[in-house]
């Protein structure tokens, strides 16, 4: 990846001590093996298991390791945003990612969807619903409302993508800067999809790389009944207002 300019890997935390652990160190070695200029980013929100005081410690021996202590559980949303903003603050990165830090996301599939950013000037898209993407480990309840929220997605909002809900994706600094992420009405879930929206409505190209999905090992999801209401008056929003 002689090409590839600087990368931010942004991972929201609240109470993954666990996985953080694994996760870190796996994404060094693939910024390594695939000799990718990148740096981590870790948004944790005062993580009552001690998440933060681990990655804290893990970044005083990593160069390339940062992590921002937020006072409380802010949200999803919110969280990328204070990330993309200091990611954006260094004037090096060009490539910026979001990534869940349950393990569901495997850094094996970061240098494709970073290329595909690349390609598409926009987006790349880790689709687990595009030929080659699958779900290892979701009951049939979690598949419905998955694939309930991806056909509002394409129906109300236009979306012309697969996997609107992914959260494993890469934007180009211009994309991110062009779509006003700083305003997203959003601090839940349905802000992946409100940032997609956004990229759509500004005629960026959103390139969609098959991945494979892993229910998390370790720890509890975090989705809510609230974060599913969320979602659901976000994409009217979105319809009749944006």
């Given at each position: 990846?002689?090409?590839?300019?600087?990368?931010?890997?942004?991972?929201?935390?609240?109470?993954?001590?666990?996985?953080?652990?694994?996760?870190?160190?796996?994404?060094?070695?693939?910024?390594?093996?695939?000799?990718?200029?990148?740096?981590?980013?870790?948004?944790d929100d005062?993580?009552?298991?001690?998440?933060?005081?681990?990655?804290?410690?893990?970044?005083?021996?990593?160069?390339?390791?940062?992590?921002?202590?937020r006072k409380?559980?802010?949200?999803?949303?919110?969280?990328?945003?204070?990330?993309?903003?200091?990611?954006?603050?260094?004037?090096?990165?060009?490539?910026?990612?979001?990534?869940?830090?349950?393990?569901?996301?495997?850094?094996?599939?970061?240098?494709?969807?970073?290329?595909?950013?690349?390609?598409?000037?926009?987006?790349?898209?880790?689709?687990?619903?595009?030929?080659?993407?699958?779900?290892?480990?979701?009951?049939?309840?979690?598949?419905?409302?998955?694939?309930?929220?991806?056909?509002?997605?394409?129906?109300?909002?236009?979306?012309?993508?697969?996997?609107?809900?992914?959260?494993?994706?890469?934007?180009?600094?211009?994309?991110?800067?062009?779509?006003?992420?700083?305003?997203?009405?959003?601090?839940?879930?349905?802000?992946?999809?409100?940032?997609?929206?956004?990229?759509?409505?500004?005629?960026?190209?959103?390139?969609?790389?098959?991945?494979?999905?892993?229910?998390?090992?370790?720890?509890?999801?975090?989705?809510?009944?609230?974060d599913i209401?969320?979602?659901?008056?976000?994409?009217?929003?979105?319809?009749?207002?944006?």
């Open positions: 990846m002689d090409c590839m300019p600087r990368v931010c890997v942004t991972v929201p935390t609240y109470n993954e001590r666990e996985n953080i652990s694994k996760l870190i160190p796996t994404l060094l070695q693939v910024f390594k093996d695939s000799r990718i200029d990148g740096w981590v980013l870790v948004v005062s993580s009552p298991d001690g998440t933060g005081d681990i990655v804290e410690a893990l970044s005083r021996e990593h160069h390339n390791l940062k992590v921002i202590h409380g559980k802010l949200g999803l949303g919110s969280a990328y945003k204070d990330a993309f903003r200091e990611a954006l603050m260094d004037d090096e990165t060009d490539l910026v990612v979001e990534m869940d830090a349950d393990l569901s996301h495997d850094p094996a599939y970061l240098p494709a969807i970073l290329l595909a950013a690349q390609h598409s000037g926009g987006v790349g898209l880790g689709s687990r619903y595009i030929k080659g993407g699958r779900i290892v480990g979701w009951p049939t309840r979690r598949k419905i409302v998955s694939w309930g929220a991806n056909f509002l997605t394409r129906t109300i909002l236009g979306l012309p993508v697969k996997d609107g809900t992914s959260g494993y994706r890469a934007f180009t600094r211009e994309a991110l800067t062009r779509i006003g992420y700083a305003d997203a009405g959003t601090k839940a879930y349905a802000f992946q999809v409100e940032i997609l929206y956004r990229c759509a409505q500004q005629n960026l190209s959103i390139e969609e790389v098959p991945i494979t999905f892993y229910e998390r090992q370790l720890g509890k999801s975090k989705l809510s009944s609230g209401f969320d979602f659901l008056k976000t994409i009217l929003r979105l319809r009749f207002s944006l």
